[in-house]
């Protein structure tokens, strides 16, 4: 199977993701570039009777061994499944630094995922001993006591990591037009990390879970700061999306969908900014004010309506 050696530019990965070229940290562990089909053709029948054909997404099973240990299966598209094994390791708290991880193998031919380490991950019985079902597409697995887990967020302050309604708007607008499998298939979520206005990466998966975790896995790989950084998804965002996200060190989200109580609360209490119902100029900041520089949109003329 093909390897990344140290030093090879992400910008060679597979599509569904966009990345511009960074390199891997120094001690980065060897990946390979594991292909598969992201879409398969099926034929269906509309309500005129129609037969025709159409792409859906190709989900599939992608079970994860740590030193020969199986750890989990993730049902993922398979669009960049070595990113995605590091973000679920550095996600988890299995791993602090991909240095730890000397190779990920990833073989479709029995769906696994082979990591090999440098000297195991202390602990790992017990790291995964407790289990959160989430609320995750097909039901994501959390380890631990996620709560428990707030001392160690460090996050920049509000004067230092902040966005302004322009930027915002940008994007917004920057997702609109985005090629996507989305656009082709529907059924997945689509993630994005911003600096400023420009995307730096895009990545879609068949729950946000991933694909957030396939975004974690690229930052880990190129030493990739969070601090200034914008996170955007699609799916709604929950307390383990807020989690994720502030994990990262990135401070600022935007969904196209909502935000849940408990995401809301999460955020509030980490001093993070939250944009739900986002979507072309229209949006909802639902936490983190002090973040935000706005520019206001002009009020709507009211429309008065003259009885006859």
């Known amino acids: 199977m093909p390897v990344l050696p140290e030093g090879q530019r992400a910008a060679e990965l597979q599509p569904p993701v966009r990345a511009i070229d960074w390199v891997p940290v120094a001690g980065a562990p060897r990946l390979t570039l594991s292909s598969c089909e992201l879409l398969r053709e099926i034929q269906i029948l509309d309500e ?32 960049c499944p070595e990113l995605l094994v590091l973000g679920y390791l550095h996600n988890q708290r299995l791993i602090a630094r991909v240095q730890e991880v000397e190779s990920v193998t990833v073989d479709w031919d029995v769906g696994a995922a082979a990591v090999r380490t440098h000297q195991g991950v202390q602990d790992l019985a017990a790291k995964t001993a407790r289990r959160v079902v989430t609320t995750g597409c097909g039901q994501g697995t959390v380890f631990g006591d996620m709560m428990a887990q707030l001392d160690t967020v ?46 730096l990466m895009f990545v879609e998966d068949v729950g946000r879970h991933n694909a957030i975790d396939t975004i974690a896995g690229w930052m880990a790989l190129h030493g990739v700061a969070g601090g200034d950084k914008a996170f955007y998804t699609t799916g709604r965002l929950t307390s383990e999306m807020v989690m994720k996200s502030a994990q990262l060190g990135v401070p600022i989200i935007v969904s196209r969908n909502g935000v849940t109580a408990m995401g809301h609360e999460l955020a509030s209490r980490l001093g993070m900014t939250l944009f739900g119902r986002a979507a072309n100029k229209h949006f ?25």
Request: proline share 6%; with cysteine; aromatic share 4%.
């Open 154 to 199: 460090a996050l920049p302050d509000a004067r230092t990591a902040r966005i302004r309604q322009s930027t915002l708007h940008r994007m917004l607008e920057t997702m609109r037009q985005q090629d996507s499998i989305h656009r082709k298939a529907g059924s997945v979520h689509g993630c994005a990390l911003f600096c400023g206005g420009d995307m």
């Open 48 to 79: 005129y009777g129609d037969r025709r054909i159409i792409h859906i997404p190709a989900e599939r099973p992608l079970t994860v061994f740590v030193d020969k240990r199986e750890l989990v299966t993730l049902m993922t598209l398979g669009a």
């Open 284 to 308: 909802l900041c639902y936490s983190g004010l002090e973040r935000f520089d706005s520019e206001p949109e002009p009020q709507r003329t009211p429309v008065r309506v003259v009885a006859g």
